[in-house]
Structures are given as structure tokens and as C-alpha cells.
């Protein structure tokens, strides 16, 4: 989407190369990617590993908190533009655009809020965590930590990078690459070194058969004139 909020269309793309192609079709993988994980990761590690632990807590009540918003907001506003994701690879320009804008709402503005409350709930709760022997402070430290970094970098690739994919991937009007200097050299220069040899062989060759010739021809008249003395 441009600075006015409207998506790239195949009237307003410029053309690009073979490599700009490829690293737009990265970065659609990469946002899609992120998108999957975002809204699955976060509900799995829930009921597979932390739900029996936390919920066991008398106390620590922000920490049950961080993860209940954690687990449930990703799920819901993430999974739309999970499944949406690989119907952007069929052609159409209708999906396309829609997920755009979906990218735009969803994967800038809601995930922003998102993030930025989830990190810190997490902080609070390390802040205000009581020692358990289930889990110790350091641990949620770790885990605010770990999310921060991630999903900040998410939210970078979503708002700063997506927009190649737009131009370079999806509506991509793609020209072929000019040849390599060195082709153009060869062709410049002309013959090459073998051609050259071969060539002056043949004069040689030449020269050598005229020579012959020559000497056919004055062996010749010297043997008319023996027989005319």
C-alpha cells in the first residue's frame, strides 16, 4: 500500500528484475509465515505445556493474565490472515488486495496494540511475581523478553517490508536482465585467439602452395630447354 493507504496495482508498479522478484516472494513467505505462528504457536505451548502449571497458582494473577490475553488475542486476530495467506498465491488481484488491506489493519494497527499489551503484561507480572516452585521470576522475565523480540520483529517485516512483496511478488512486472559484461566483451572483441591461428595457418598454407607451384613450373622449362640444345 502506498502513503495514502491504497494498494499497488499493476498501473502504478515499475518493472523489476529477476532478483527483486525472489526477494519479494521471501518476503511474502516470511509475513505469512509469521502470521501462522502468531496464531497457532501461542494457543499450542498453552494447553500443551503452561495451562496445567499456571493455572495451579493460588496467587499470580498477572501472570495468568499475560497468557490468557496472550494465547487468545493471537488466535483470534491472527488466524483470519493465517488462512487467507496461501489464497494470495492463486492470482487473484481481488484476495490480493483484500489481504493488503487486512495486512494494513490487522498485521500494523490491531498487532501493535496487541503486542504492546501483551509485552507488558508480561513485564508487570514478572515485576509483581511471587516465587513459586513451578515456575521462578527469571523465567518470566525470559518469556517477556523472548516475546518482545520476536514479535517486534514481526511487526517490522509486516508494516516495513510487506510492501515489496506487494511490488515485487504479487504485481510484479518482471523484465529479463541484460547479458554479462563479459558476453558483451567477447562479442565486441570479435574473433577469438583460435580464430586468429586458424587463420594465419591458412596464409601460411597458401604461401607454401604457391611456392610449389613455382618451382613445377621452372622444372619445367628446364627440361625444354635440354631438349631444344
Given at each position: 500500500m502506498d502513503?495514502?493507504?491504497?494498494?499497488?496495482?499493476?498501473?502504478n508498479?515499475e518493472?523489476v528484475?529477476?532478483?527483486q522478484?525472489t526477494e519479494?516472494?521471501?518476503i511474502?513467505?516470511a509475513v505469512?509465515?509469521?502470521?501462522?505462528?502468531?496464531?497457532?504457536?501461542?494457543?499450542?505451548?498453552?494447553?500443551?505445556?503452561?495451562k496445567a502449571?499456571?493455572?495451579?497458582m493460588t496467587?499470580?494473577?498477572?501472570?495468568?493474565?499475560?497468557?490468557?490475553i496472550l494465547?487468545?488475542?493471537?488466535?483470534l486476530?491472527?488466524?483470519?490472515?493465517a488462512?487467507?495467506?496461501?489464497?494470495?498465491?492463486?492470482g487473484?488481484a481481488v484476495i490480493?488486495?483484500f489481504?493488503?488491506?487486512?495486512?494494513?489493519?490487522?498485521?500494523?494497527?490491531a498487532?501493535?496494540v496487541?503486542?504492546?499489551?501483551?509485552?507488558?503484561?508480561?513485564?508487570?507480572a514478572?515485576?509483581t511475581y511471587?516465587?513459586t516452585t513451578v515456575?521462578?521470576?527469571?523465567?518470566?522475565?525470559?518469556e517477556?523478553?523472548l516475546?518482545?523480540v520476536?514479535?517486534?520483529?514481526s511487526?517490522?517485516?509486516?508494516?516495513w517490508?510487506?510492501?515489496?512483496?506487494?511490488?515485487?511478488f504479487?504485481?510484479?512486472?518482471r523484465?529479463?536482465?541484460?547479458?554479462?559484461?563479459?558476453d558483451?566483451n567477447e562479442?565486441?572483441?570479435?574473433?577469438?585467439?583460435?580464430?586468429?591461428?586458424e587463420q594465419?595457418d591458412?596464409v601460411?598454407?597458401?604461401e607454401?602452395?604457391g611456392e610449389?607451384?613455382?618451382?613445377?613450373?621452372?622444372?619445367?622449362d628446364?627440361?625444354l630447354?635440354?631438349?631444344e640444345?
Open positions: 502513503e495514502r493507504g491504497t494498494p499497488h496495482t499493476r498501473d508498479t518493472p528484475s529477476d532478483a522478484f519479494g516472494m521471501i511474502s513467505i505469512g509465515t509469521f502470521y501462522t505462528i502468531n496464531a497457532f504457536l501461542p494457543v499450542l505451548v498453552w494447553h500443551r505445556y503452561r502449571e499456571i493455572n495451579a496467587g499470580n494473577k498477572m501472570y495468568k493474565f499475560a497468557w490468557q494465547y487468545s488475542l493471537h488466535f486476530a491472527f488466524l483470519p490472515m488462512l487467507l495467506w496461501p489464497l494470495t498465491y492463486l487473484s490480493v488486495d489481504y493488503d488491506s487486512a495486512n494494513w489493519y490487522v498485521g500494523s494497527l498487532a501493535g496487541i503486542f504492546g499489551n501483551v509485552t507488558l503484561a508480561f513485564f508487570l514478572a515485576l511471587s516465587e515456575v521462578t521470576g527469571g523465567f518470566i522475565w525470559l517477556a523478553l516475546y518482545a520476536l514479535e517486534a520483529s511487526w517490522y517485516v509486516s508494516i517490508e510487506y510492501p515489496k512483496a506487494h511490488r515485487q504479487y504485481y510484479s512486472l523484465v529479463e536482465e541484460p547479458e554479462d559484461d563479459e558483451q562479442q565486441q572483441e570479435g574473433p577469438s585467439e583460435d580464430s586468429a591461428l594465419i591458412s601460411f598454407e597458401d607454401s602452395a610449389d607451384d613455382l618451382d613445377g613450373e621452372d622444372a619445367g628446364g627440361g630447354d635440354f631438349i640444345f
